[in-house]
């Protein structure tokens, strides 16, 4: 989530390998979609604010969809790595509560998925010391993405849990053996970092007695295919440049926010992203909200406009998401529903996180007791 908050994260990993990753992750997509049932998949969130129409069409709708066919999925309140780049939590409580209502409101199936906050399971985060023993303090100041949010977060200085940020993500993947990561570009370097430590833990350590597979999987990246959306001045959709439409505002703040969208002077209305950015990104949000082609919606609208396509935008986001929109309420105000959705994770990822310690605890020759 935090992504969005980085500037030209995309250039920090190179061409030719985000060629292969993507490659790789069509792959895996048509595995999942042929027998899901090998599959668990880990991905999350960090409970810095408010859920918005980026996150939904960007990662969350996948999620849904992945989740619907059949794969195992856990997701992670990322709530320690709010704490990489800022010197306060904040109101995090009821940040963790927002998180997890979004997720419940846009169709997570609760009964199904784990979600559990990073800092409810110490076992899981006990991996992070055998973890550290076997990556370099080079290739952890090499990491692109670390680099990123080091600037990104202005004069401070590198404090050593930004510097260990892969590695922590890396317990986050492999104390419940995920074998996908449905992820953006820009966390690929935290991602080849787990896959590093996945294999060099099975090298250097091995694997309790009598076992045939290495202990953790290498996990795989799944990557979001939705184009990204913009925020309604046509930059970046970002929490901290106030453009986002959130997940829990009302129809009425919705209309309101994108009457005031900018858009541009020339009445015909068409997708072109490149030379009319404004424009297209209400184009696409209408396509998105209403699953057709960009081309097709701004051919519809034709001579109408651009008030008409704030009208017609408005129109298909709030249609859909009038049902998340209630469920999200209905939570909301139920906030039981919650509690009891991260007490089952948290005993589920407390239970999974202590089965895989001790398996490394025995690869590592450290059980003393019986
Ligand atoms: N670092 C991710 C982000 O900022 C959040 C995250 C934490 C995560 N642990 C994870 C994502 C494990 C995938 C897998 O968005």
């Not at 010391?129 to 590198?158: H, Q, Y």
């Not at 295919?225 to 703040?253: F, H, W, Y």
């Not at 950015?277 to 001579?303: F, M, W, Y």
């Not at 998340?324 to 209905?330: G, P, Q, W």
Request: charged letters at 25%.
């Amino acid at each position: 989530m935090h992504s969005d908050e980085i500037a030209n994260l995309e250039s920090t990993v190179d061409e030719a390998s985000l060629r292969r990753s993507e490659r790789l992750s069509d792959d895996l997509k048509a595995k999942i979609q042929e027998d899901a049932s090998p599959f668990r998949m880990l991905t999350g969130d960090r409970p810095t604010g408010r859920l918005h129409l980026g996150h939904y069409f960007g990662s969350l709708k996948n999620r849904v969809e992945l989740q619907k066919q059949g794969v195992d999925s856990w997701f992670i309140v990322a709530d320690y790595q709010v704490i990489t780049d800022r010197d306060a939590v904040g109101e995090i409580k009821d940040r963790v509560f927002g998180l997890v209502t979004d997720y419940l409101a846009v169709g997570i199936d609760p009964a199904k998925a784990v979600i559990f906050p990073h800092s409810q399971i110490p076992a899981l985060n006990e991996l992070v010391l055998p973890f550290l023993s076997i990556v370099t303090d080079s290739e952890l100041r090499r990491n692109p993405t670390v680099k990123a949010e080091l600037d990104a977060s202005g004069n401070r200085p590198m404090s050593g849990l930004l510097l260990t940020y892969p590695v922590h993500q890396a317990a986050d993947i492999l104390f419940c053996k995920a074998n996908v990561v449905p992820v953006g570009k820009d966390q690929l370097p935290h991602l080849e970092q787990a896959r590093v430590i996945a294999q060099r833990f099975d090298k250097r350590y091995g694997r309790p007695a009598g076992a045939t597979h290495p202990i953790f999987p290498r996990p795989q990246a799944l990557l979001s295919e939705a184009p990204s959306v913009l925020g309604l001045d046509g930059q970046k959709m970002s929490k901290s440049r106030g453009n986002t439409i959130e997940l829990g505002m009302s129809a009425d703040e919705t209309a309101k926010l994108l009457k005031k969208a900018v858009t541009d002077s020339e009445r015909r209305i068409t997708y072109d992203p490149v030379n009319r950015p404004e424009v297209s990104n209400l184009v696409q949000l209408t396509a998105l909200a209403t699953n057709r082609d960009p081309h097709e919606v701004a051919d519809e609208i034709g001579d109408g406009g651009a008030g008409t396509l704030k009208r017609v935008t408005t129109e298909a986001i709030n249609e859909m998401m009038a049902p998340i929109r209630a469920r999200r309420l209905e939570i909301e105000n139920d906030q039981a529903i919650v509690e009891q959705v991260l007490r089952d994770g948290i005993a589920r990822a407390t239970e999974q996180a202590e089965e895989t310690l001790r398996e490394v605890h025995e690869a590592l020759h450290m059980i003393y007791l019986s």
